[in-house]
């Protein structure tokens, strides 16, 4: 009778196997990583979207209220303002700008569908002093009103803020 002796096994298929194993997680764990911040890329885009929708609205809003009889929105002096013995600032540049119901308004949100921003949009109006030597006034008879028109839009969150601005001349 033969006698069989057990060979020598050396285990190398257990830490290959590891091995593999901690790469496969790694691997998953970065296209999980990935995927998140292609999620939150995408969210902020559409954040940023909403906002400028919501500004574009207001300043549209804006314009068409400045050109009914009577204008029923504030119309401010033309900037820079004092804020604070600090250097002249425009009101749409001073936070407390478009928080206060004098010097911009909120602007109605039409429809009820989608995302809803995280404020509501806000315009203001600033009536512009334009200098008597323009091009335009030589064929009007007399001064036309002009007026900056500055629109502020939210996003989903605070984070995503649209500023617009356009000139009206009437």
């Given at each position: 009778m033969k006698r069989v002796t057990p060979c020598l096994q050396r285990g190398a298929v257990l830490p290959m196997l590891l091995i593999s194993l901690l790469v496969m997680a790694f691997l998953g764990f970065n296209s999980l990583n990935t995927a998140l911040l292609e999620?939150?890329?995408a969210a902020n885009a559409g954040s940023r979207q909403l906002a400028f929708q919501a500004?574009?609205?207001a300043l549209r809003f804006c314009e068409n209220q400045l050109q009914l009889t009577p204008v029923t929105i504030p119309q401010l002096r033309q900037g820079p303002v004092a804020a604070d013995g600090a250097n002249?600032?425009?009101y749409w540049e001073m936070a407390?700008?478009?928080r206060n119901d004098?010097?911009?308004?909120?602007?109605?949100?039409i429809g009820t569908e989608g995302l809803a921003?995280?404020?509501?949009?806000r315009c203001l109006a600033e009536h512009l002093e334009l200098d008597a030597d323009l091009q335009f006034q030589l064929y009007a008879p007399q001064p036309?009103?002009?007026f900056?028109?500055?629109?502020?839009?939210?996003?989903?969150?605070?984070?995503a803020v649209v500023l617009l601005q356009s000139y009206l001349l009437l």
């Open positions: 999620e939150k890329m500004a574009e609205h002249g600032m425009h407390d700008s478009w004098k010097i911009s308004i909120p602007v109605p949100r921003p995280a404020a509501p949009a036309r009103p002009a900056r028109i500055t629109a502020r839009g939210v996003g989903a969150s605070n984070a």
